[in-house]
């Protein structure tokens, strides 16, 4: 897949997206459509997004808002100021989605609520991305994704048996709601060409998140089980751990279905297991971990990394290594896949960044710019969507409203 195409279509060719988030659950969803087509204009304050001051700096450029900014246009907006908020109804007005994660209210305040948005465009779908969502006792609380993480139950499962809760050093949640969130603009744009009318998307990232834990609530009100941290190993089958290998890197294997498991018994030399009563199931064999692990780590532990992958492969048992992004731009099978692919920057030349998320056969997506400077394209997106002229937009930047 050829990433940077400059005037490639998608399927959302025509849907123009309003990206007013900050940070990184509502700019990814925004970033997830403008990969497939949508014009997708992000709003910031003229101090620009937080974001453009996250992770590493190349030159001065900020590398992380060169994946999440793609696909584009750059304009700014103060929006505690009149002559801006008016700006943003009349943009609104022709937009078919507006993403937003301001806290409860905050919009409202600007007068640029979804009362005020409706009226000017009734066909608009608005997700408002907060921590806990539009209602309940925290709503006016800041939230970002490591509460979710936190709140979910993911921190309090996760890490050894014997250690702390663990988060992940990621935007793990944000980045779950991202995708959430742009799945439910689609949904709410299918309702509004059926109805024509647009309606409001409450997102909160505390949901998502608890969503993929699976089931860990009914397991809870049916049985009274809670599950702990128990580090690499699974509750629901076993072996399934990292091992170390003899030229000591790391391989993780998983035996989810019961075929896998008897597959990596017999590889590793412990054919007489599968014969147990209790090898029978998933959960019966997470109870005897212990004994598993060490036969498997104990085979493992005598082979180099190639040899492991070779065993493993024609034993078509399930394995994988243990990556870091080294690894991962090297492997052949991303490669194959192009998931990290290289784009064009008018700042930095070629940049390589993750690829559109998945392969329409259709309709692919494209990358067809990295994230752009602070306001670039304020001057052009006003003209071509309202109309005004230069010397109206060096009057509203002379007065703070840019």
Do not use: C
């Amino acid at each position: 897949m050829n990433a940077t195409k400059e005037n490639a279509a998608g399927p959302l060719q025509g849907i123009r997206v309003l990206d007013l988030a900050t940070l990184f659950a509502g700019p990814l969803a925004a970033t997830l459509m403008g990969d497939f087509g949508a014009d997708v204009i992000k709003i910031e304050h003229p101090k620009g997004d937080p974001v453009r001051s996250h992770g590493h700096l190349k030159n001065g450029v900020n590398l992380w808002w060169k994946m999440i900014g793609r696909n584009k246009r750059a304009i700014t907006l103060n929006l505690s100021r009149a002559e801006a908020q008016g700006i943003l109804l009349d943009l609104a007005a022709q937009a078919d989605v507006l993403i937003e994660n301001f806290r409860p209210g905050t919009l409202e305040s600007w007068n640029v609520g979804p009362t005020e948005l409706h009226a000017r465009n009734p066909r608009l779908v608005i997700a408002r991305v907060t921590g806990f969502g539009q209602e309940g006792p925290y709503r006016r609380r800041p939230g970002f994704g490591t509460l979710a993480e936190s709140m979910s139950g993911f921190a309090a499962m996760t890490g050894p048996a014997d250690g702390p809760p663990t988060l992940p050093p990621f935007g793990l949640a944000d980045g779950i709601t991202a995708l959430a969130t742009a799945s439910a603009v689609m949904m709410a744009l299918r309702h509004r060409d059926l109805t024509g009318q647009g309606q409001i998307i409450d997102m909160a990232i505390i949901e998502p998140i608890l969503t993929i834990l699976g089931p860990q609530a009914t397991w809870y009100d049916q049985l009274g089980v809670v599950q702990e941290r128990t580090g690499n190993r699974s509750v629901n089958n076993a072996p399934r751990n990292t091992y170390r290998t003899l030229d000591g890197k790391w391989v993780a294997i998983s035996t989810s279905a019961q075929s896998i498991a008897e597959r990596v018994m017999r590889l590793v030399g412990h054919p007489e297991v599968i014969d147990e009563p209790w090898f029978r199931s998933g959960a019966d064999r997470a109870r005897h971990a212990d004994t598993l692990d060490e036969m498997v780590g104990g085979w493992i532990a005598r082979h180099p990394m190639s040899e492991v992958m070779r065993e493993f492969e024609a034993a078509e048992a399930a394995v994988a290594p243990i990556y870091d992004i080294r690894d991962v731009l090297e492997d052949p099978q991303y490669k194959a896949l192009d998931s990290i692919t290289t784009v064009n920057d008018e700042d930095l030349g070629p940049v390589r960044m993750q690829n559109v998320m998945f392969r329409l056969s259709a309709t692919p997506g494209s990358i067809r710019f990295a994230g752009r400077k602070v306001g670039a394209d304020t001057e052009a997106v006003l003209s071509e969507w309202l109309g005004i002229d230069s010397d109206r937009v060096a009057e509203l930047r002379a007065k703070g409203a840019l």
